[in-house]
């Protein structure tokens, strides 16, 4: 079955999104089945587990592209009866360093129906600059994609997927490709966003050396979720033991 967004129940009149039973079978093959997840707006959720895990699938999901059964509710503050807009920022895609396209272009093609082959109008151009400031990245609205870094890439993908605010920002593997440094500046970046906009933000990582500063919640899946809590005690659980083979000391992680 497609996504059927509407209201949840039980959040008392707060901002939720809400998956029961989820189960998705591709092919005859059990992909995820029984996914239970309640996250509230402004929360950073992220999700954890090992290839296969089914964090892609569940995301597609969510996005409407991955037929399933169970339900996805999303519940709005005030009672307020809505779908919700869902933004979405996918593994990095690859640019060739030549590629003549630029942020500007990347942006005029995807947010208007403005013809590519045409000169920018200024208005545009204001426009794809208020969209970069949300992630302070109006310097780089003339720089060509495949000239860009791994972390100024996830800033642009990132501006695009906030145009229009969503209610849910969804992002896949967004510290692939990133060095230490960017990626703490992305960890920044979620954090203002979600607290300026009130997002909920769910994302998938396999790095779990910052798990414990920026995640409200973390959530280990494998076909299911297998546990969910605070990042410190997901981590030190034999869930995570048995599914990774390895148990983080204190320090780490």
């Known amino acids: 079955m497609s996504v059927n967004w509407h209201e949840g129940d039980g959040c008392q ?45 569940l995301f597609k999901a969510i996005l409407g592209q991955q037929p399933h059964t169970g ?23 690859a640019f060739q ?9 990347l942006f005029a093609a995807a947010i208007s129906p403005w013809p590519v082959f045409l000169p920018v109008p200024r208005s545009l151009r204001d426009r794809v600059s208020q969209c970069l400031a949300r992630v302070h990245g109006e310097t780089l609205i003339d720089q ?18 906030l145009e229009p605010l969503p209610h849910i920002l969804i992002l896949d593997e967004p510290f692939s490709g990133v060095d230490v440094e960017g990626e703490l500046r992305l960890l ?19 790095d779990f050396s910052n ?17 969910v809590g605070p990042a410190r005690e997901v981590m030190d659980s034999p869930e995570f033991a048995q599914v990774f083979h390895l148990r983080l000391d204190r320090e780490g992680a």
Do not use: W
Not at 97 to 105: A, T
Not at 188 to 206: A, G, I, K, M, Q
């Open 97 to 105: 360093r030549g590629e003549p396209v630029s942020v500007l272009d």
């Open 211 to 227: 798990l414990c500063d920026y995640a409200d919640k973390v959530v280990l899946m494998k076909e299911t979720v297998l546990k």
């Open 188 to 206: 920044r970046l979620l954090d203002e966003l979600r607290r300026v906009f009130d997002l909920s933000v769910l994302l998938s990582t396999h």
């Open 144 to 161: 060509r994609l495949g000239s860009l870094s791994g972390g100024e890439l996830q800033r642009v993908l990132l501006a695009l997927a």
């Open 13 to 57: 009149g707060a901002c939720c999104l809400r998956v029961s039973d989820l189960g998705v079978t591709v092919e005859g093959r059990t992909i995820l089945q029984g996914v239970d997840l309640h996250i509230h707006c402004g929360q950073i959720v992220a999700l954890i587990g090992p290839n296969g895990a089914g964090k892609s699938t």
């Open 71 to 93: 339900s996805i509710q999303f519940e709005r503050s005030g009672g307020k009866r809505a779908r919700p807009r869902v933004g979405y920022v996918p593994q990095s895609p």
